[in-house]
């Protein structure tokens, strides 16, 4: 996940005016973002927005009505393989376990059982699986399932790393245990990832930058920089910046008839 | 992960000793009054004969019975495997484009309504009197509920789990591979119980239709001579061998999809 010798300037990602619509449905609107390396970009709008939309465009199932994606300051193609994905539910195979779960994008690129085996092992402890990788999924708490499935999302190796509300299933104290120990990882390993959520401390906590989408037709209205300094802890939850950025992206979604 | 496939999976029972005992009961509650309306109303023992009649006739023929009980398991057995063949064949058929499954689909459903009545002493007259056409009578009469347990099952899986895999870069058969043919794996089994059932009434008849060893044929020959006891002896032997293969169904499931049985209820999404 290096930048391959792009420059500083040239955004990880770049989506420009970005259109599309359902028959006569318009779902999004002109929306523009970008992403730079090693930064996590959180997209907040209210549900039914276009988010998912969103999602299947960047992923290629969908071919958008116009706009423009730009990877590494290039045209992305159709088949590029840019983008590991984390749905919402963990989407885990019941029927595999834990280490042949965390191993399938590696499968479906063809890497070879055994040294996919190889390459998970040694994170399984950083994802809480130690001691469980022979497990079936069934066996696994909340938790531990959606560390799992970001396990299998980080060991794909794709420059951007799409999460589609990872955490909207878990409980509230398996949540923010979740969001402390996402932040810590990401904070190591600097991953260009796009977070899509509908919990705004979730955006504040985890993001560098957040955009604000209004009610569908989604369009970008607000653009925030999150300039709390990493790592972050649960103090920085009730730090006085970290309230005016909550009120800030609150007041944004107000304004746009979202709350 | 799918609602439809947890609802299938609580509609499913536990055979224990718990759920038994009832059904035994009942069974010997039935022996007994049976064996007491025999013995007591006198009755011609070739027109109902008594429990205790039936169990001394059938241990005296057990070599005979054994004799014929063997090729209408072979004839289940390869019968069965031929049903799950094309059952399975027909379901990826169907699966894969909408246009064949319109065209099949009408034509299996017309396949299930034929009276077998009709056409086991047909395909005896086309197959001889051999082993043939035991086998394609019970394959025809048995695929459908196979075919159809598998489109259920390839229906209830997850679309997240379709759609992660599609950005992984897995092509539809790999996705079919990997997630659509083990999703439907439970519903397979449950399409195989209702089969083997089937399956060994089909292999009765079409011996009864023309045959030269096997329980059908057998029953067949001493109704005629009106040996009654050996009739329902025969009838008991087809009964275990059922109850059998339908317990079997059960282990070969805990041995293909470990992972099923033991999630039902420990999983508390």
Redesign the interface.
Request: no cysteine; aromatic share 20%.
């Given at each position: 996940m290096n930048s391959v010798g792009s420059s500083i300037s040239t955004p990880k990602l770049r989506v420009a005016a970005l259109t599309h619509s359902y028959d006569s449905l318009p779902v999004l609107e002109k929306v523009s973002l970008t992403l730079h390396h090693g930064e996590l970009v959180a997209l907040v709008g209210p549900s039914g927005c276009g988010k998912s939309t969103m999602l299947s465009i960047l992923?290629?199932?969908i071919t958008p009505h116009s706009g423009r994606i730009d990877l590494d300051g290039t045209p992305i193609a159709r088949?590029t393989?840019a983008?590991?994905?984390m749905?919402?539910?963990d989407?885990l195979?019941?029927?595999r376990r834990v280490i042949d779960n965390v191993t399938?994008?590696l499968e479906?690129?063809g890497v070879r059982r055994g040294e996919a085996r190889a390459r998970v092992t040694p994170l399984l402890a950083t994802f809480g699986l130690d001691g469980f990788a022979r497990a079936?999924p069934?066996?696994l708490s909340?938790g531990m399932r959606q560390r799992a499935a970001l396990l299998r999302t980080v060991v794909?190796e794709r420059s951007i790393m799409l999460l589609d509300e990872p955490f909207g299933?878990l409980d509230a104290l398996s949540r923010i245990e979740m969001q402390t120990w996402l932040e810590d990882l990401w904070n190591r390993h600097s991953w260009s990832t796009i977070l899509i959520t509908h919990d705004i401390r979730e955006a504040v906590f985890l993001a560098d930058r957040i955009y604000v989408l209004s009610p569908r037709p989604a369009r970008v209205i607000a653009e925030v920089q999150v300039p709390l300094p990493r790592p972050r802890s649960l103090q920085t939850m009730s730090h006085p910046d970290f309230v005016g950025i909550e009120v800030q992206l609150r007041d944004a979604l107000t304004s746009s008839g979202a709350l | 992960m799918s609602t439809t496939y947890h609802q299938h999976a609580k509609s499913r029972r536990s055979f224990g000793v718990g759920t038994w005992a009832p059904a035994l009961v009942i069974l010997a509650t039935a022996v007994i009054v049976w064996q007491l309306y025999t013995t007591r109303s006198g009755i011609d023992p070739r027109v109902l004969p008594s429990p205790s009649r039936i169990a001394v006739a059938g241990w005296t023929a057990r070599s005979a019975l054994w004799a014929n009980t063997l090729p209408t398991l072979q004839e289940t057995a390869l019968g069965f495997t031929l049903a799950t063949i094309v059952g399975f064949g027909f379901s990826i058929v169907i699966d894969a484009s909408r246009i064949l499954r319109n065209a099949i689909m009408p034509l299996l459903i017309g396949s299930q309504t034929l009276p077998l009545v009709a056409i086991a002493p047909l395909v005896i007259i086309w197959f001889g009197f051999g082993i043939t056409p035991k086998i394609l009578l019970i394959a025809l009469l048995s695929f459908f509920p196979i075919t159809v347990a598998f489109l259920e099952g390839y229906r209830a899986t997850d679309p997240d789990i379709e759609r992660l895999l599609a950005t992984m870069g897995a092509t539809r058969w790999r996705i079919f591979r990997t997630a659509r043919l083990p999703t439907a794996m439970p519903f397979f089994f449950t399409g195989l119980r209702i089969a083997i059932t089937y399956s060994i009434v089909v292999a009765i008849f079409a011996e009864y239709a023309g045959a030269t060893s096997g329980l059908g044929i057998y029953i067949q020959q001493l109704t005629n001579v009106y040996r009654t006891d050996l009739v329902f002896a025969a009838i008991i032997v087809t009964t275990g061998v059922t109850i059998v293969l339908f317990a079997a169904t059960y282990a070969l499931e805990r041995l293909m999809i470990p992972w099923y049985r033991r999630s039902r209820g420990s999983q508390p999404r």
């Open positions: 992923t290629g199932a088949d393989a983008f590991a994905y749905p919402q539910s989407a195979l019941p029927w399938l994008g479906m690129h079936y069934f066996q909340g794909q299933a | -």
